[in-house]
């Protein structure tokens, strides 16, 4: 696939296709500059099992941000400039 700037320049989407909760440290740096929310913030309890922040039940042992609605993203890449553990993958369209 091919794609253009506005101006006519080629440009690639490089698409968000997944968070590792490991390295992310849910900051929110990537949430902040998404204008199309593609990532949502969910915590994690002591046994690793992701809950809402909501919960009560359950106490959050660390927040990470996951993938909300991955048919959202536009591949700009705003979220990896911003990132500071480079916890997330892209990838280009599929041909």
């Given at each position: 696939?091919?794609?253009?700037t506005?101006?006519g320049?080629?440009?690639?989407?490089?698409?968000?296709?997944?968070?590792?909760?490991?390295?992310?440290?849910?900051?929110?740096r990537?949430?902040?500059v998404?204008?199309?929310?593609?990532?949502?913030?969910?915590?994690?309890?002591?046994?690793?099992?992701?809950?809402?922040?909501?919960?009560d039940?359950?106490?959050?042992?660390?927040?990470?941000?996951?993938?909300?609605?991955?048919?959202?993203?536009?591949?700009?890449?705003?979220?990896?400039?911003?990132?500071?553990?480079?916890?997330?993958?892209?990838?280009?369209?599929?041909a």
């Open positions: 696939m091919s794609y253009a506005r101006d320049r080629d440009w690639k989407p490089d698409y968000l296709v997944s968070i590792d909760p490991k390295k992310c440290i849910g900051c929110g990537c949430y902040k998404c204008g199309r929310e593609v990532m949502t913030l969910k915590g994690l309890n002591e046994d690793g099992e992701m809950i809402d922040l909501d919960d039940d359950d106490e959050v042992e660390k927040k990470v941000m996951v993938m909300n609605d991955d048919g959202a993203c536009i591949g700009c890449g705003a979220c990896a400039r911003v990132c500071p553990t480079n916890c997330q993958t892209h990838a280009p369209a599929a």
